[in-house]
């Protein structure tokens, strides 16, 4: 880092991390939907960056019907595109808890096994019924665009959008679980099982439910992910390892330390790739963390009860 | 630094929170060498968590516990284990795919590290100490048997048996004849008696006759806090104590 | 169960005997694997199909590792690939040292280093690669350097009380930090490409057919041993430790055990055993690579272990066998079935045979058997035998 005066790092740090936004809006999407299941469940979905994959399909997928079809809607699809994604990942997410997930509660484990045979199916599903190439979606102008908020630094348009969307949909999701029913009954389910079941509530259509809406928020976030990047069959296996290790920095369990650790290592990675090449910044990404898990072994947010 | 004491095992003020609800409050107690302490006390009160507290599966708050003199608070489990504090759960906690035998076998307190259990041969001198112990614990026809198919009283009498295997000068157990029968109650109480002449015991119960039956001391416990200390009539009779507890 | 009582008083070949097998099944189904791999394999198979079968064996050294510190222990690591990657890597760096004395590389702009540096402009062997000048060095390393890697990466984390799924998270985000790391060294460890081109272990050229065989035996004697071995150390009170730990750890710290150590033991241990098959690989198929021991061969070897049934020491093997040799026959000619199958699999073990090939003999074949002894006792010899061909054929 030696060749660059102190302004010149400083306005790479800022700018890389307004591009790190974009980021940072997935990771913490990605983590919440991992951090609801396993909340609820105890189970971890390896197959979780498959739905993503899902979410960007149907973005890709409706983004190039609507130019053939109706080029008017062109610059307002985006719109709709987003609660497809959801809608879309949501009624996946359904049926795999349904017939899968929820023969494996409480057996962490196997369920790491299990969801990874799950996105190698699901994988192989998107190349055998999509096709193996590289997609993209036609993002219309005003997202692509980016502001200058000084001489040097350039911010892009589309990291304020997700983070302003990110925001609202956290938002919304809080409302959903303190204020509606079935928000209630999710919580009641995740804090005492048989309890709740007792209660007459059936447990498994809130599972089945909250499995849904987890998985729907990583296709949100596949919706995202099309404004950084084209889609592939496989591009969602670069990012579980990366979703789990933001939940495991900020404890497990923790909200707040899911949007921590979203941040820092968004930021962090962004800053590392404008140094160095992709797979060392990505290599130095990781041995941070492992050096941050290794003094604080229960994450950065964690309660200090020993269970 | 508190004074030393003749107490084997002498806790004060502890507290512990949890995300800011104290389970234990500000407790201060005492136990002799050679005693065999009772703490009874309704649902919640905290008396799990004083015995996690002591043996060191929770982390205390504040205060300080200390056995024979020496602190126990910032001791890890086993550490407080080999200083000689055997400590049976309240469901009853064993192996359940291993034998008896090898489930008392493993309590066996030398050979705990690693290459010691890797060097660890079965002398004679260990196959007596549990024979004898199974003896102690009514299953010495039973060493064979996979854990698993033995029944509820019978666990918990081998967690028992694990315990005296270890040769703990203090003994701690959680609602040991808790899911007994009456005739298996009766046994525990003989067996808990004759434990109780070569140690100290800490007894946490429910049913209010075996307590009669054994204790020495009663010490009841409500909300984290000491209710009421004294013999078993004394605390029968306190009409705080009748209120919270026996009212129940 | 052994009786007590005898074996205090028993020879020390008997007990030997007790711990190696437990009894006469134990013996005899080592022994039919032992007469599998070492007889039947070597003559059925073409030199080109035992090759393959070699390079399978070295999974098994994984999936090994795997029963050990995974099934018998509890602690799943999605990682392995770190170990085995760890040394295979030694392995190759020793053999491309080798291959690349100054004569062979003469057309090189710096001659006597290896070809994938000097494409990348690295002009002097770099200091890590000195130990790799010596065979007995290698050899050491690939010993020592897995279980200094498995205990650096797992101390902490153990005495810090992870376990379970973030701890096989962990080990996965680890092996992803290894690819990427040699990825990202091209100069200096050969890049995506690997280490390829090996030709010679000190002037004994193990690409012919006859070193193919050797190097079979090799490996087949250096698996029963590591068999025999994690078999030793289950029969001992350190087995039933970690048996206990997995199930009920609470209860084995209150019998006065430092649970951290036994964990970090059992880790490195399965971390070593792994690391020898990563060399034994690196030196029957010629080459190591990056792709060789990623996230998704990691996870294969957890599924081989697991198709072979988690707590089986010999299941691991057949395990191994079974899901590469499946792969082999179908992955190429139907691609897209094989990867709905494969995964498949990962869920049906999962949800119905959790104890694998193991336990399907345990539970069926076994009792199928012991009708059939009762009825006609006659040789006992044969019957294992057919246990292990349908084995094979899963
Ligand atoms: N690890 C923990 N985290 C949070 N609350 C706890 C924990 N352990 C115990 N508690 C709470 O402390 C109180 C006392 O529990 P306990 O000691 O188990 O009572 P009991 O007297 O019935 O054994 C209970 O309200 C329980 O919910
Ligand atoms: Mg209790």
């Known amino acids: 880092m030696g060749d660059y005066t102190f302004d010149e790092i400083y306005a790479i740090v800022v700018m890389q991390s307004f591009s790190g936004v974009s980021l940072m809006c997935i990771y913490i999407l990605m983590g919440l939907g991992l951090y609801i299941i396993f909340g609820q469940m105890g189970v971890i ?92 979606a036609d993002l219309p102008e005003w997202l692509l665009g980016s502001w200058a908020a000084s001489d040097i630094i350039d911010i892009p348009i589309s990291g304020l959008v997700l983070l302003l969307l990110t925001v609202f949909l956290i938002v919304g999701l809080a409302l959903f679980k303190t204020k509606t029913r079935m928000g209630l009954r999710m919580q009641a389910t995740t804090q005492n099982r048989e309890m709740t079941g007792a209660l007459g509530i059936n447990t498994k259509m809130t599972d089945r439910i909250t499995f849904g809406i987890a998985c729907g928020i990583s296709g949100i976030a596949g919706a995202f992910f099309t404004t950084m990047a084209s889609t592939s069959p496989s591009a969602g296996t670069n990012y579980i390892v990366d979703s789990f290790l933001v939940l495991v920095v900020g404890g497990l369990g923790s909200l707040v330390g899911l949007f921590v650790s979203g941040g820092f290592l968004a930021l962090l990675s962004s800053i590392l790739e404008f140094f160095m090449t992709g797979s060392i910044a990505k290599v130095w990404l990781y041995l941070v963390i492992f050096v941050v898990l290794m003094k604080f072994t229960r994450g950065l947010f964690s309660d200090k009860v020993r269970s | ?62 205060g300080s516990i ?70 102690q614990i009514f299953l010495s026809d039973m060493l064979e048997t996979q854990a698993e198919l033995l029944s509820h009283g019978q666990k918990q009498w081998l967690e028992i048996g694990m ?86 | 169960m052994i009786n007590p009582i005898n074996q205090a008083e028993s020879s020390f070949g008997k007990v030997l005997y007790e711990r190696l097998f437990k009894n006469k099944e134990g013996l005899i189904a080592f022994a039919i694997l032992a007469f599998v791999i070492l007889i039947i394999f070597p003559t059925v198979l073409s030199p080109f199909r035992l090759n393959l079968t070699g390079k399978y064996l070295c999974y098994a050294f994984a999936a090994v590792g795997l029963v050990m510190c995974w099934g018998n ?41 290896p070809d994938f540096m000097d494409w990348n402009q690295v ?43 973030v701890f096989a998270i962990l080990t996965q985000s680890m092996v992803a930090c290894l690819w990427y ?77 430092n649970i951290t150590s036994f964990r970090i033991f059992i880790f490195c241990f399965a971390a070593v055993v792994s690391s020898i098959g990563g060399a034994m690989f690196t030196l029957q198929v010629g080459f190591m690579s990056p792709n060789l021991i990623g996230i998704v061969p990691s996870i294969d070897m957890v599924i081989f272990t697991a198709v072979g049934g988690r707590e089986s020491l010999l299941g691991a093997v057949y395990g191994a066998l079974a899901v590469n040799a499946a792969k082999t026959a179908f992955s190429e000619a139907y691609a897209a079935q094989w990867l709905f199958f494969y995964g498949a699999t990962f869920i049906v073990i999962v949800l119905y045979l959790p104890k694998g090939l193991a336990g399907i003999y345990h539970d069926h074949i076994k009792k199928w058997i012991g009708k059939s002894m009762s009825s006609s006792k006659n040789n006992d010899g044969e019957t294992p035998a057919l246990v292990t061909e349908e084995k094979n054929a899963e």
């Open chain 1, 45 to 136: 979905n390896m197959a979780h960056a498959e739905f993503l994959v899902l979410g960007s399909y149907t973005m890709c997928l409706f983004s190039k019907f609507v130019t053939e079809n109706m080029p008017a809607f062109e610059n307002y699809y985006v719109i709709f595109a987003i609660p497809l994604s959801f809608g879309v990942a949501f009624g996946v997410g359904y049926l795999v808890e349904w017939f899968l997930i929820s023969r494996l509660y409480h057996r962490p484990l196997d369920t790491l096994l299990a969801t990874w045979g799950l996105s190698l199916i699901m994988q192989q599903c998107f190349r055998s019924f999509i096709g193996a190439r590289e997609m993209s």
């Open chain 2, 1 to 62: 630094m508190p004074s030393n004491t003749d107490y084997l095992l002498a806790i004060e003020d502890l507290t512990v929170s949890f995300d800011g609800f104290k389970a234990v409050d500000e407790l201060t107690l005492y136990v002799d060498k050679g005693e065999l302490r009772v703490i009874i006390g309704p649902n919640g009160a905290g008396k799990t968590t004083v015995l996690d507290l002591i043996s060191g599966k929770t982390r205390a708050s504040s």
């Open chain 2, 66 to 135: 200390r056995y024979n003199n020496v602190e126990l608070t910032s001791m890890r489990e086993h550490e407080i284990v080999r200083a000689g504090i055997g400590r049976k759960f309240q469901t009853p906690s064993i192996y359940e795919k291993l034998s008896v035998y090898e489930n008392l076998e493993i309590s066996y307190p030398w050979g705990r590290t690693v290459f010691g259990s890797l060097k660890f041969t079965r002398t004679k001198q260990v196959i007596d100490r549990i024979q004898d112990v199974a003896q």
């Open chain 2, 163 to 248: 315990l005296l295997v270890q040769n703990p000068e203090l003994i701690m157990l959680d609602e040991p004849v808790a899911g007994m029968t009456a005739k298996e109650r009766e046994a525990t109480a003989a067996l808990l008696e004759k434990i109780a002449k070569e140690r100290s015991i800490i007894i946490i119960e429910h049913d209010m006759d075996f307590v009669a039956k054994i204790a020495d001391q009663v010490t009841v416990l409500h909300l984290g806090k000491i209710l009421k200390q004294g013999s078993m009539d004394e605390v029968r009779d306190d009409p705080v104590v009748q209120e919270v507890y026996l009212g129940h």
């Open chain 3, 73 to 113: 222990a509890g602690i799943l690591c999605l990682g392995q690939g770190l170990f085995f990657g760890a040394g295979g890597y030694c392995m190759a760096m020793f053999l491309k040292l080798e291959a690349s004395d100054p004569e062979s590389t003469a057309i090189q702009s710096t001659p006597g280093i």
């Open chain 3, 123 to 165: 002009t002097e062997l770099p200091w890590f690669w000195n130990p790799f000048k010596s065979l007995p060095l290698t050899i050491a390393l690939i010993i020592t350097l897995p279980a200094l890697l498995a205990y650096i990466l797992s101390v902490f984390y153990f005495k810090g009380r992870v376990s379970g799924v």
């Open chain 3, 181 to 257: 790391f040699i990825v990202g060294n091209q100069g200096y460890f050969g890049g995506i490409n690997g280490i390829t081109d090996l030709k010679t272990l000190k002037g004994w050229d193990i690409r012919t057919e006859d070193a193919h065989y050797l190097l079979y035996y090799l490996c087949c004697f250096l698996l029963l041993f590591c068999i025999l071995l994690s078999r030793y150390i289950l029969s001992t009170r350190l087995g039933r430790v970690l048996i206990a730990q997995r199930d009920k750890e609470m209860r084995v710290r209150f019998s006065g055990y």
